[in-house]
């Protein structure tokens, strides 16, 4: 297992949003976690990322025990996360937003080295070819489109090869034709052996793309189960079964 | 890359980095600016002569262009510095006292810069680490700065015994006053900073989205600190400006000139939002206010008149903003 999450708790004030949870995730595999509002997905996203901290547990990159003090060691520990807005800078161009903390430099004079513009624009044209798509990389990320932005989004995620890649409702802001091309493209991260959590309220997508499913409830996981030989059907019912509040036919 | 791309920008074309100047800078300054000229040149026989030129405008707005140099670095970066004028008479103090006491011009001016990048820096702390909202921990540094200035005088006036301040202040360079060419100089250096390194990248990226930037790795509250540093310093610069021009150094220096600042560089087209604006702009926002201070004078308007002017183009900026980006509200 590329990942691995032992007991991990975390209260915020008085509220205990997680109260143990275990998963472990493989190279190449999509870890799907479905769940209510506040049921602890997008704390648990956060927690791997290096947003918050937890409380108690254990986590395990390539068998390694990990802590992340801020956002940037899970990057640079090869955890890269796509945030449900994203997180770009509306006012910088996709090549900005791409390398953002992490621009490429000229020389490796620490504070005198300049910004490399020309090699930062190439490999932002790169990656996002990779993903089949060709953009204005000089334009404000304003000024793009929902589904342009996302692919930026991924862009970014990608550039650095990440082992594990977080995402937080990718296809909730996107068009259902955009979606198709989402799960596609989670499709061949995995074909270049990337490790996938992804936290979705579509049981769909999930189904769609996703090895191993995770219900959480309340903090913790109260069901896992591979979905490979069931029947679309037969997994809803178990994802639903508990759940409240959320349907089949509710937007997501 | 020919020389010329490598001269103003190292991202693009020369062309298209004027037509991206133009598109944030926005024409309608360029206009006003145009019109501006027109009107005073007809107006005033004495306003289009090199004398007015290089001394009336370009003398007059050195002190002010310094400033509003910092102030357009903290406000793309989402901040807001009121404490420029404060800190340039304190460095202005500074500068003299050292001066008074011996020490060479140099590092008299150096020490006035210091003061400045350290109260820049205490700006910084307490608006990146402290969550303090910049408008009220500036305008409570304007506030102390002032105060101790007006402590260590006495309240009064400190004249330079050292006569380099003033010739300095007074003399040209190749018929271009020297401070003039310290204010050229600043606006070179910045310009040439600013698409370069990380700091101008980072200076956006955070008035953009201070979050995202967070998200993506960036230390926004260090990079807080350089920003206000560098404004605190400029300022400080200002304030040994100000005495060269005047061979002294007193406590009210400089005082309300945040007015003139700020308004330079919101009429460049930064945004009040954060995340856009450019040093160029600032420039021309700066040539604004300069050509209206000293048109009004050439007319011989009553001063007071100046300040109602340079209010009224600030609103109109503002204004002019927000409809170029929003639309009036019709609500």
Sequence with gaps: ?252 | MSTGTWLVNSGGSLAKWGRRSLNDIGPGLLLALVIEIGIFWSLSPNFFTFNNITDGIGRGMVVIGIMAIGETIVIIAGGFDLSVGSVSAAAAITAASLSNSGAPFLVAALGALALGLGVGMINGVITGYGRINPLIATLGMLSIVRGFGQLVTGGREKVIDSRVFLDMGINDTFEIPNIVWILLGCFAVFGFIIPRYKFGRYMYAIGSSDRAARLAGVRINRWRVVFFGVSGMLAGLAGVVTSMRLGTAAPNFNTGSELAVITAVILGGASLQGGRGRLLGTFFGLLFIQILRNGLVLLSVRSFWQQIAIGSSLIAAVLYDEWRRTGLSRG
């Design chain 1, 1 to 252: 297992m590329i990942l691995e999450i032992a007991d991990v708790k975390k209260s915020f004030g008085a509220v205990e949003v997680l109260k143990g949870v275990s998963l472990s995730v493989d190279s190449a595999k999509c870890y799907g976690l479905v769940g209510d509002n506040g049921a602890g997905k997008s704390t648990m996203l956060k927690i791997l990322s290096g947003v918050h901290r937890p409380d108690a547990g254990e986590m395990r990159l390539e068998d390694q025990v990990v802590e992340f003090q801020a956002e940037i060691d899970a990057r640079l520990a090869g955890i890269e996360m796509i945030f449900q807005d994203l997180a770009l800078c509306d006012d910088l161009d996709a090549t900005a937003n791409i390398f953002l903390g992490r621009e490429r430099r000229r020389g490796s004079a620490r504070w005198f080295s300049f910004l490399d513009h020309k090699r930062m624009r190439s490999e932002s044209l790169e990656v996002l070819a990779s993903l089949g798509t060709v953009m204005p990389v000089d334009r404000r990320v304003q000024t793009l489109s929902g589904g342009e932005r996302q692919l930026v989004a991924v862009a970014r995620a990608l550039e650095f090869e990440p082992k594990v890649l977080l995402m937080d409702e990718p296809t909730a802001a996107l068009s259902v034709d955009k979606v198709g091309v989402l799960l596609g493209l989670i499709e061949r991260l995995k074909e270049r052996g990337v490790a996938i959590i992804l936290v979705s309220h579509r049981f769909t997508d999930l189904i769609q793309v996703c090895d191993t499913i995770g219900v959480l409830v309340h903090g913790k996981i109260v069901d896992e189960f591979a979905v490979s030989g069931q029947s679309v059907d037969d997994l809803t019912t178990r994802m639903v079964r508990h759940m409240s509040g959320i349907g089949l036919d509710e937007p997501a």
